[in-house]
């Protein structure tokens, strides 16, 4: 504990050089009946909210959060995404793996340094609590007298999300069970917390009438209120549970500049691909026809789903823009390969690696259950979180064998058709890394067990931000592909697209100390398995808050 004071007194008196301030949230978790689209559900809010407060901080401010889980009956992590917790890798809020969750009542207080400026999100980290509601945006600024290499008039943040009527239970459920219970699509898609369910669709005799109430004040449409002239940065970020989006202004173009916290070479685009965890930054210049309004719309891309911007109270004079083909892959990996680094503003990556990890993601089965895999294993929590087993030396709370670096028979393996034997097993044993060293890599898709379907798959690494050296289609080539590398201005992010039958090639040095998950994503999938745990210098970790334990094997750790 007195060592944890110290590295605390001695990160304030190093910022307060640099006039860094704290900021200091406190927030009342609970659930409360909203209607976000119309329709009355349980929804996850902060302090009255979802989305939550947004977190406003200038670069090297120490960030405090006391959070109390009012949940009543159901225990809580927060993720502060993008943010690499230097220093502070029990603070990542990732139950399971840096911290025990917080249990109902009690009180935990989150602290970190914004050590970049950028775009940034927070959501919940346990079970699939982040799709009840748990979200929001951080926003860090640049220290005083720096200026971005962009200018805009006015800056806004916009959290897109799908939206779903059945509890985040009742879908955890169905995905554990024989028969299968798939979540299906999402009813609705949110922009900055709003969307609009058609109530008539439920219309019954015995419908409670203010189940769905399509003129709720809650589902008004999100309106943005522009001046004729003015550039507009406004900041997208993607929270959804399942869904890949388009998003675009009607009769506007945009300019992309920022990618998870990092400047890009800018891209000019009629309509911006954000897939879940990402965020962007893009300029709007307000130079069309003024007596009218535009559409502000996402709709769904990569899989067959009809949820679509609602139509608002002040309806534009024409139909919504018709938006992107939903299964046309080209002109998404085609955006991908045209965002790179920002000239001027380039970190470039190492020049080799040290090791190279192949992760096939696979669906799969297991005792008759469906999965999702990385090299045939499928991915499960251990009841004591990783970091405190690891630092505390409790060697027999999870598996302690290596998962592989590649599938055995990856050479053979054929990613277009549904694999012979799709049985697959679960471990929660972790990839153990070699502090400072430099690691690549390749994630690659395959067909699914629906014959001629592969999935979209966000991964966000925790702890890091990775260099994004390429993308191919088909099956990657270890002996070709690297000679292909982009090692000139790659840009680096945390959260990166694997296309259908693709493959992404990232790289990242492993020299933050501690446990860091990663995953895919897309929150049905994460609770299928689809993710990783990295365990890199944890040697180098010090002594560890006991607020963060007081689970599993730490039941007696946890000092009053
Ligand atoms: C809403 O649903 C009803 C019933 O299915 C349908 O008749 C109506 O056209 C829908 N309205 C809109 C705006 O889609
Ligand atoms: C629907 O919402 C409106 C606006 O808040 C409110 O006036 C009305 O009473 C609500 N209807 C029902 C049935 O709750
Ligand atoms: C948007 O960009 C496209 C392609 O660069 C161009 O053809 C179009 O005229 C632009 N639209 C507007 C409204 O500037
Ligand atoms: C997409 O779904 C609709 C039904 O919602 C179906 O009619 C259509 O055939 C599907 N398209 C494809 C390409 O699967
Ligand atoms: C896959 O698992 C199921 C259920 O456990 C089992 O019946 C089946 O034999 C397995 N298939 C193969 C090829 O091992
Ligand atoms: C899978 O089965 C197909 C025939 O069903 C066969 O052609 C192929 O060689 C098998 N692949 C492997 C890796 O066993
Ligand atoms: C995946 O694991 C299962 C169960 O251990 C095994 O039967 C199967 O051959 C493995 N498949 C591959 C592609 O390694
Ligand atoms: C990590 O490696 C780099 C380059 O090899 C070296 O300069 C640096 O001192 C190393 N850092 C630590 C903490 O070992
Ligand atoms: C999958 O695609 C192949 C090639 O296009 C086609 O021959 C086959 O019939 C398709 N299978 C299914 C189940 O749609
Ligand atoms: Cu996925």
Same mark, same amino acid.
């Given at each position: 504990?007195?060592?944890?004071?110290?590295?605390?007194?001695?990160?304030? %008196?190093?910022? %307060?050089?640099?006039?860094?301030?704290?900021?200091?949230?406190?927030?009342?978790?609970?659930?409360?009946?909203?209607?976000?689209?119309?329709?009355?559900?349980?929804?996850?809010?902060?302090?009255?909210?979802?989305?939550?407060?947004?977190?406003?901080? #200038? #670069?090297?401010?120490?960030?405090?959060?006391?959070?109390?889980?009012?949940?009543?009956?159901?225990?809580?992590?927060?993720?502060?995404?993008?943010?690499?917790?230097?220093?502070?890798?029990?603070?990542?809020?990732?139950?399971?793996?840096?911290?025990? @969750?917080?249990? @109902?009542?009690?009180?935990?207080?989150?602290?970190?340094?914004?050590?970049?400026?950028? +775009? !940034?999100?927070?959501?919940?980290?346990?079970?699939?609590?982040?799709?009840?509601?748990?979200? &929001?945006?951080?926003?860090?600024?640049?220290?005083?007298?720096?200026?971005?290499?962009?200018?805009?008039?006015?800056?806004?943040?916009?959290?897109?999300?799908?939206?779903?009527?059945?509890?985040?239970?009742?879908?955890?459920?169905?995905?554990?069970?024989?028969?299968?219970?798939?979540? &299906?699509?999402?009813?609705?898609?949110?922009? #900055?917390?709003?969307?609009?369910?058609?109530?008539?669709?439920?219309?019954?005799?015995?419908?409670?009438?203010?189940?769905?109430?399509?003129?709720?004040?809650?589902?008004?449409?999100?309106?943005?209120?522009?001046?004729?002239?003015?550039? !507009?940065?406004?900041?997208?970020?993607?929270?959804?549970?399942?869904?890949?989006?388009?998003?675009?202004?009607? *009769?506007?173009?945009?300019?992309?500049?920022?990618?998870?916290?990092?400047?890009?070479?800018?891209?000019?685009?009629?309509?911006?691909?954000?897939?879940? *965890?990402?965020? !962007?930054?893009?300029?709007?210049?307000?130079?069309?026809?003024?007596?009218?309004?535009?559409?502000?719309?996402?709709?769904?891309?990569?899989?067959? %789903?009809?949820?679509?911007?609602? $139509?608002?109270?002040?309806?534009?004079?024409?139909?919504?823009?018709?938006?992107?083909?939903?299964?046309?892959?080209?002109?998404?990996?085609?955006?991908?390969?045209?965002?790179?680094?920002?000239?001027?503003?380039?970190?470039?990556?190492?020049?080799?690696?040290? /090791?190279?990890?192949?992760?096939?993601?696979? #669906?799969?089965?297991?005792?008759?259950?469906?999965?999702?895999?990385?090299?045939?294993?499928?991915?499960?929590?251990?009841?004591?979180?990783?970091?405190?087993?690891?630092?505390?030396?409790?060697?027999?709370?999870?598996?302690?064998?290596? $998962?592989?670096?590649?599938?055995?028979?990856?050479?053979?393996?054929?990613?277009? /058709?549904?694999?012979?034997?799709?049985?697959?097993?679960?471990?929660?044993?972790?990839?153990?890394?070699?502090?400072?060293?430099?690691?690549?890599?390749?994630?690659?898709?395959?067909?699914?067990?629906?014959?001629?379907?592969?999935? +979209?798959?966000?991964?966000?690494?925790?702890?890091?931000?990775?260099?994004?050296?390429?993308? *191919?289609?088909?099956?990657?080539?270890?002996?070709?592909?690297?000679?292909?590398?982009?090692?000139?201005?790659?840009?680096?992010?945390?959260?990166?697209?694997?296309?259908?039958?693709?493959?992404?090639?990232?790289?990242?040095?492993?020299?933050?100390?501690?446990?860091?998950?990663?995953?895919?994503?897309?929150?049905?999938?994460?609770?299928?398995?689809?993710?990783?745990?990295?365990?890199? &210098?944890?040697?180098?970790?010090?002594?560890?808050?006991?607020?963060?334990?007081?689970? *599993?094997?730490?039941?007696?750790?946890?000092?009053?």
């Amino acid at each position: 504990m007195s060592r944890l004071i110290a590295l605390f007194l001695c990160v304030l %008196a190093t910022m %307060a050089l640099a006039e860094a301030r704290i900021r200091r949230y406190k927030w009342d978790v609970k659930y409360e009946f909203k209607s976000p689209d119309c329709y009355k559900k349980l929804v996850i809010i902060i302090n009255g909210r979802s989305p939550g407060p947004s977190i406003l901080a #200038q #670069q090297s401010d120490v960030v405090v959060v006391e959070v109390t889980n009012g949940l009543v009956t159901e225990n809580l992590a927060i993720h502060w995404h993008g943010i690499r917790q230097i220093g502070s890798p029990w603070s990542d809020g990732t139950e399971g793996v840096t911290q025990c @969750p917080i249990f @109902p009542g009690d009180t935990f207080t989150y602290r970190f340094v914004v050590d970049r400026p950028g +775009t !940034y999100l927070y959501h919940a980290h346990y079970g699939m609590q982040r799709a009840a509601g748990l979200y &929001g945006s951080i926003q860090v600024s640049l220290p005083d007298g720096m200026a971005e290499p962009f200018a805009y008039d006015y800056d806004k943040s916009i959290i897109l999300n799908d939206w779903y009527h059945k509890s985040t239970y009742e879908q955890a459920a169905g995905l554990s069970s024989i028969p299968f219970g798939w979540v &299906g699509e999402p009813q609705s898609l949110l922009i #900055q917390g709003r969307g609009k369910f058609n109530c008539s669709k439920l219309a019954s005799p015995t419908l409670d009438p203010t189940a769905c109430n399509a003129t709720s004040s809650e589902c008004l449409p999100y309106v943005l209120t522009v001046i004729p002239g003015k550039t !507009y940065r406004l900041r997208i970020s993607s929270m959804t549970a399942l869904s890949a989006l388009s998003f675009q202004i009607e *009769g506007h173009n945009m300019t992309i500049v920022e990618a998870d916290g990092h400047y890009v070479e800018p891209v000019v685009a009629q309509n911006l691909f954000i897939y879940s *965890g990402e965020t !962007y930054s893009v300029l709007i210049k307000i130079d069309q026809e003024p007596s009218r309004n535009y559409w502000i719309m996402t709709n769904i891309v990569s899989r067959n %789903a009809t949820a679509t911007t609602p $139509p608002g109270l002040r309806v534009p004079p024409t139909g919504p823009p018709a938006g992107p083909i939903w299964n046309d892959v080209a002109p998404r990996l085609a955006q991908s390969l045209a965002i790179k680094a920002r000239q001027g503003y380039i970190h470039t990556p190492p020049p080799k690696s040290d /090791r190279a990890i192949v992760f096939l993601n696979t #669906q799969n089965k297991i005792d008759g259950y469906f999965h999702w895999s990385v090299n045939n294993v499928s991915f499960t929590l251990p009841h004591t979180p990783y970091l405190i087993a690891l630092k505390e030396n409790l060697h027999h709370v999870f598996d302690q064998s290596p $998962p592989p670096d590649r599938l055995r028979d990856f050479t053979n393996y054929d990613i277009y /058709r549904v694999a012979n034997n799709t049985n697959a097993t679960s471990s929660n044993a972790i990839y153990r890394l070699k502090f400072n060293t430099t690691v690549d890599i390749i994630l690659q898709n395959a067909n699914t067990l629906t014959a001629n379907t592969s999935e +979209t798959h966000p991964w966000h690494l925790h702890g890091h931000d990775f260099w994004v050296l390429g993308y *191919g289609t088909g099956k990657f080539d270890a002996d070709n592909d690297p000679k292909k590398y982009n090692l000139v201005n790659p840009i680096k992010k945390n959260t990166v697209a694997v296309h259908p039958y693709g493959w992404t090639a990232l790289r990242f040095v492993a020299d933050n100390p501690g446990v860091w998950v990663f995953h895919c994503h897309i929150e049905p999938h994460l609770y299928m398995g689809m993710g990783v745990v990295f365990e890199e &210098g944890v040697e180098r970790v010090g002594k560890l808050p006991s607020e963060i334990m007081g689970c *599993g094997e730490t039941k007696g750790f946890k000092r009053p």
